[in-house]
């Protein structure tokens, strides 16, 4: 068995938190609206947590959606959270990690109306998930769209090129990779001419933590 990377989208009423705690694990997990306390901290729209700890968020008056991404072991289940509605998006068996010392990395990657990301890989596997516009992806040979909500892998070793709709368009993702990164970039740009044009993305990094992963669960 092979290490999952998994989003969900719990979604909290006013004031309600989870039956039972998250066990611990890497994770995070982004305020896409409303506010919830977790470890004893408020946060709010925009705003994300990362750990490895088990934890019990509860939301605040008004209620949450959260996006929740799980790093679990071989053998081990990403888990929905338990009292709430909670709906898995996407779950990858990870083929292949960052040989050595693991980073968890949160950030948002936005767009300008039709900005573009050049062909590119990164040097480890994440997901995304679409908070506002459009975007069109295209890996492989193929294209795919995806609005608000929509969520897709990208392994990282896999040229990736990005075009954003005729509208401002940002995503969240989660990537694991290797922990010499740690504040440093891990685009590359597959094409040499590339490297040096003006960039349309720009990104807001929201966790960046070193990881004592094991991905057999030993």
Request: net charge neutral; charged share 20%.
């Amino acid at each position: 068995m092979r290490p999952t990377l998994a989003l969900f989208e719990d979604v909290f009423q006013n004031d309600a938190a989870v039956a039972a705690p998250l066990p611990a694990r890497p994770r995070v997990a982004f305020v896409v609206h409303g506010a919830v306390t977790i470890a004893g901290r408020a946060y709010g729209d925009g705003e994300a947590w990362c750990g490895e700890d088990a934890i019990a968020p509860r939301a605040g008056a008004a209620g949450a959606t959260v996006w929740r991404w799980e790093l679990a072991a071989a053998g081990q289940m990403p888990e929905s959270a338990p009292g709430l509605r909670s709906l898995p998006k996407l779950a990858v068996p990870l083929e292949t990690l960052p040989a050595g010392g693991l980073l968890l990395r949160g950030d948002s990657v936005a767009f300008g109306p039709g900005g573009c990301a050049y062909r590119h890989v990164h040097q480890g596997p994440g997901i995304r998930c679409l908070i506002e516009g459009g975007i069109r992806i295209d890996v492989h040979g193929a294209s795919t769209s995806y609005g608000p909500g929509g969520a897709w892998f990208e392994a990282g070793p896999e040229p990736v090129f990005a075009q954003a709709a005729d509208r401002a368009s940002r995503f969240i993702r989660v990537m694991v990779l290797p922990c010499a990164l740690l504040g440093r970039s891990s685009i590359r740009y597959v094409d040499a001419a590339d490297r040096e044009r003006p960039k349309a993305q720009t990104y807001q990094v929201f966790a960046d933590l070193p990881i004592a992963f094991r991905g057999d669960a030993a």
